[in-house]
């Protein structure tokens, strides 16, 4: 019997509609903005997140990282959580390529209060660094998924614009965020300048990230998408995934959080196991190893040799991601396993 994967909701694989669309898609040269297919897409996500332009990139990482260059200039210091991806898992990304530095603050499951901002947002002094941008993550992953308000975004930027710094919304995961909270994806733009979005997660195309702000930004962006080596040929072949993945794949979502809800309820009565409840708002669950007496390590290890597979996430925990190609049965045989093992 095949593992039941959870590592990630990156490991989908694209269903035969959206193989179809791919192979179907009118493709041309997107270096000279000629691929009809990545242009309908950009329109598209622009229209939905309420901002001038769009721009298709191949990864999350790039779009942050873009966004980050975008907004910033050398010595420039940007204000991140600090348990997000961009400080965490982008391998210091903003000071290879931006020559910024990041000034971590530990927000509570990402948010952060004004307080903790005015704090953070250093005096204006030529020997410091100038305060050019706040970075905020939707769903924020190491806090298993939670949710950032649109409300405490918007108060966020209000923020940043009376200080002249802006923000920029890593929404990687953005798409759940709307389906947990029924936000409509502009309610999460108002609060950000420059948004990323991905594909290639909880809407299971195979590749594919997108940036979105006003025009004169992505007239920028598409500069540094080129010296960052993201400049892509015909490339409607991934973009008409993507668009497949926003037509069948976004109100399905639902499906994925009561899966995570589900399994995180069976793990928490899991003797050896302890899930933070509150944090499981979308499709993550993390599972604090330690009352099993075991290394993070060994759990993962025992899981995987009796066919379940996930992730390590903080310092002693295990992560799980529900996602379309594992079912609810799948979970439900994934959590028996785990209740027979602890």
Same mark, same amino acid.
């Given at each position: 019997?095949?593992?039941?994967?959870?590592?990630?909701?990156?490991?989908?694989?694209?269903?035969?509609?959206?193989?179809?669309?791919?192979?179907?898609?009118?493709?041309?040269?997107?270096?000279?903005?000629?691929?009809?297919?990545?242009?309908?897409?950009?329109?598209?996500?622009?229209?939905?997140?309420?901002?001038?332009?769009?721009?298709?990139?191949?990864?999350?990482?790039?779009?942050?990282?873009?966004?980050?260059?975008?907004?910033?200039?050398?010595?420039?210091?940007?204000?991140?959580?600090?348990?997000?991806?961009?400080?965490?898992?982008?391998?210091?990304?903003?000071?290879?390529?931006?020559?910024?530095?990041?000034?971590?603050?530990?927000?509570?499951?990402?948010?952060?209060?004004?307080?903790?901002?005015?704090?953070?947002?250093?005096?204006?002094?030529?020997?410091?660094?100038?305060?050019?941008?706040?970075?905020?993550?939707?769903?924020?992953?190491?806090?298993?998924?939670?949710?950032?308000?649109?409300?405490?975004?918007?108060?966020?930027?209000?923020?940043?614009?009376?200080?002249?710094?802006?923000?920029?919304?890593?929404?990687?995961?953005?798409?759940?965020?709307?389906?947990?909270?029924?936000?409509?994806?502009?309610?999460?733009?108002?609060?950000?300048?420059?948004?990323?979005?991905?594909?290639?997660?909880?809407?299971?195309?195979?590749?594919?990230?997108?940036?979105?702000?006003?025009?004169?930004?992505?007239?920028?962006?598409?500069?540094?998408? +080129?010296?960052? *080596?993201?400049? #892509?040929?015909?490339?409607?072949?991934? =973009?008409?995934? /993507?668009?497949?993945? @926003? &037509?069948?794949?976004?109100?399905?979502?639902?499906?994925?959080?009561?899966?995570?809800?589900?399994?995180?309820?069976?793990?928490?009565?899991?003797?050896?196991?302890?899930?933070?409840?509150?944090?499981?708002?979308?499709?993550?669950?993390?599972?604090?190893?330690?009352?099993?007496?075991?290394?993070?390590?060994?759990?993962?290890?025992?899981? +995987?040799?009796? *066919?379940?597979? #996930?992730?390590?996430?903080?310092?002693? =925990?295990?992560? /799980?991601?529900?996602? @379309? &190609?594992?079912?609810?049965?799948?979970?439900?045989?994934?959590?028996?396993?785990?209740?027979?093992?602890?």
């Amino acid at each position: 019997m095949d593992a039941i994967d959870l590592r990630s909701d990156t490991v989908t694989k694209p269903s035969r509609g959206m193989l179809e669309a791919m192979m179907k898609a009118d493709v041309g040269d997107d270096v000279f903005g000629e691929d009809p297919t990545v242009n309908a897409l950009q329109a598209r996500v622009a229209r939905l997140f309420g901002k001038d332009d769009a721009l298709f990139v191949p990864s999350g990482t790039m779009g942050n990282e873009i966004c980050i260059k975008v907004h910033t200039e050398p010595g420039d210091e940007i204000i991140v959580d600090a348990d997000s991806h961009i400080f965490v898992y982008e391998t210091a990304a903003p000071s290879l390529l931006s020559g910024v530095q990041m000034s971590p603050v530990k927000g509570n499951r990402g948010v952060f209060t004004v307080e903790q901002l005015k704090a953070a947002v250093r005096a204006r002094a030529y020997y410091l660094p100038a305060t050019k941008l706040i970075c905020v993550e939707n769903t924020h992953g190491r806090s298993g998924g939670s949710v950032v308000p649109a409300g405490t975004l918007r108060a966020i930027r209000e923020f940043a614009a009376a200080e002249k710094i802006k923000v920029h919304l890593d929404g990687a995961r953005i798409w759940n965020a709307c389906a947990a909270s029924g936000a409509d994806p502009k309610e999460f733009a108002g609060g950000a300048d420059s948004i990323s979005v991905c594909f290639s997660k909880g809407l299971g195309a195979p590749i594919g990230s997108m940036i979105v702000g006003d025009a004169d930004f992505i007239e920028r962006a598409r500069r540094y998408r +080129k010296i960052f *080596g993201g400049g #892509m040929r015909q490339v409607g072949v991934l =973009a008409a995934a /993507a668009l497949y993945a @926003l &037509d069948h794949n976004i109100e399905r979502l639902k499906e994925d959080h009561a899966k995570a809800r589900y399994l995180a309820g069976e793990l928490n009565q899991t003797k050896g196991l302890r899930v933070d409840m509150e944090e499981v708002q979308t499709n993550m669950v993390i599972a604090e190893t330690e009352p099993s007496g075991k290394t993070q390590a060994e759990v993962l290890e025992i899981l +995987k040799s009796n *066919g379940v597979l #996930m992730t390590s996430e903080r310092r002693s =925990a295990i992560r /799980a991601v529900t996602h @379309l &190609d594992v079912s609810m049965e799948q979970v439900r045989r994934a959590a028996a396993i785990i209740r027979s093992l602890f």
